[in-house]
Nanobody, 120 residues
Framework: QVQLVESGGGLVQAGGSLRLSCAASGSRFSTYAMGWYRQAPGKQRTLVASISSGSNTNYADSVEGRFTISRDNAKNTVYLQMNSLIPEDTAVYYC??????????????WGQGTRVTVSS
């Protein structure tokens, strides 16, 4: 069982920045593919950014150039640096880990989410 705990959300004015953190349990964190997703009320949960075990990254078009995902395997932590925030970024942000269990099945784990509110 992998535990994920997000932090760093809060209130920020448009144009400001936040850095979200996701701390993961497990001794094999470096093998996990990690992602950040977000969900606003009444909307689908969508991918924001992902980072592979080899640190290859992908971004949603809506955040590319403004957000940066990174990982620190020594700290079992993935980050989402959010710059030039706009009100449309307002959502609950969730951390996800994708890995393979002891039966070699692909499984996903989710954190509890951290809320980001961007005011105009």
């Amino acid at each position: 069982q992998v535990q994920l705990v997000e932090s760093g959300g809060g209130l920020v004015q448009a144009g400001g920045s936040l850095r979200l953190s996701c701390a993961a349990s497990g001794s094999r964190f470096s093998t996990y593919a990690m992602g950040w997703y977000r969900q606003a009320p009444g909307k689908q949960r969508t991918l924001v950014a992902s980072i592979s075990s080899g640190s290859n990254t992908n971004y949603a078009d809506s955040v590319e150039g403004r957000f940066t995902i990174s990982r620190d395997n020594a700290k079992n932590t993935v980050y989402l640096q959010m710059n030039s925030l706009i009100p449309e970024d307002t959502a609950v942000y969730y951390c996800k880990a994708d890995l393979y269990d002891d039966m070699w099945r692909r499984v996903a784990y989710w954190g509890q989410g951290t809320r980001v509110t961007v005011s105009s």
